[in-house]
């Protein structure tokens, strides 16, 4: 269950979905700034504890880490 608040929620992500820590209505993309809905969340990095807008940025950012 998600907790909803207006304004950003702190997550915590892992392999399978991610638990929600604090209330929040959504997260911003660690790349873009861009504020995605927990209920549009989709992309994110378990080694890293970041959001994705997009599995563009979500495979870019992975590819500048290799």
Do not use: K
């Not at 998600?2 to 997260?27: C, E, I, K, W």
């Not at 873009?32 to 809905?37: A, E, K, N």
């Amino acid at each position: 269950m998600l907790m909803q608040s207006n304004g950003p929620a702190r997550l915590l992500y892992g392999p399978n979905g991610f638990r929600q820590m604090t209330a929040g209505d959504h997260v911003l993309c660690a790349v873009s700034g861009v504020p995605i809905q927990l209920d549009m969340l989709r992309y994110w990095s378990v080694e890293r504890q970041e959001a994705y807008a997009t599995c563009e940025i979500a495979t870019e950012r992975f590819l500048r880490d290799q």
